[in-house]
């Protein structure tokens, strides 16, 4: 079964830094990648995701992953960060009988 | 708002107790799906349904749990005889199969307390 490493659990950084937030899944194949965010108080909600064709991936509010297939990564990337970017970011995997496999998540604090 | 919607949002119970979860998936999405999150993690695979059927259970998903969809359309998650180590977020998500990208949405969780 397919296991997801997110590296960070906290993060702080302050508005406009640049934002990477490392995810790692734990074998190939054929693999249909997410991220999903949780502001405090509302639901998951996804950012972006991969199933094929470009590895860069662009999703909504200026959020960005870059899927590499031989370090087994999708790692999520902001070029500056707001305070409304606070919240908790979930990487997952698609396994068969399309159930999604999650990280433990990372939960971002963007100082303003 | 036509998202997913669960119900109760918060639930405190006693140990000992039976505990009912319902949720109403997006209007016409075939597949509901139940996680279970507690702190610190990420969202745990419980079981789905495909219409009515329930198609897949985790190992996590022990006797004291049952899940239902009988018409295809609401879900209901059963907790019978609670533990402490029940308390957690339960969330439900839907999808389609029909629709692109297969996406999964989630509803916002019913929070479990047992005390």
């Known amino acids: 079964a397919q296991s997801v490493s997110q590296h960070n659990h906290h993060v702080i950084l302050s508005e406009a830094a640049s934002l990477e937030l490392g995810c790692n899944y734990s074998?190939?194949?054929?693999?249909?990648l997410f991220w999903y965010v949780q502001y405090p108080g509302q639901h998951l909600q996804l950012l972006l995701k991969?199933?094929?064709?470009?590895?860069l991936v662009k999703g909504i509010k200026g959020f960005e992953a870059e899927f590499i297939k031989s370090k087994f990564s999708f790692n999520l990337r902001k070029p500056s960060v707001q305070w409304s970017d606070t919240a908790e970011y979930f990487c997952a995997v698609k396994e068969y009988g399309n159930k999604l496999v999650f990280g433990a998540g990372t939960i971002l604090r963007v100082k303003s | 708002d036509t998202g997913v919607s669960q119900d109760p949002r918060h639930k405190i119970t006693k140990r000992g107790q039976n505990v009912t979860f319902r949720c109403d998936p997006i209007?016409?999405?075939?597949?509901l799906y139940w996680y279970r999150q507690t702190l610190g993690q990420g969202p745990e695979f419980l079981t789905y349904?495909?219409?009515?059927?329930?198609?897949?259970k985790s190992r996590l998903l022990s006797d004291r749990f049952s899940a239902e969809r009988p018409k295809g359309s609401f879900s209901t998650l059963e907790i019978q005889r609670t533990e402490q180590g029940d308390s957690a977020m339960y969330l439900c998500a839907s999808s389609s199969t029909t629709a692109s990208g297969n996406t999964i949405y989630f509803g916002e969780g019913s929070w479990l307390t047992v005390v």
């Open positions: 991969y199933f094929s064709g470009d590895p």
């Open positions: 074998y190939g194949g054929t693999v249909n």
């Open positions: 209007s016409e999405h075939n597949r």
């Open positions: 349904f495909q219409n009515e059927a329930q198609l897949e």
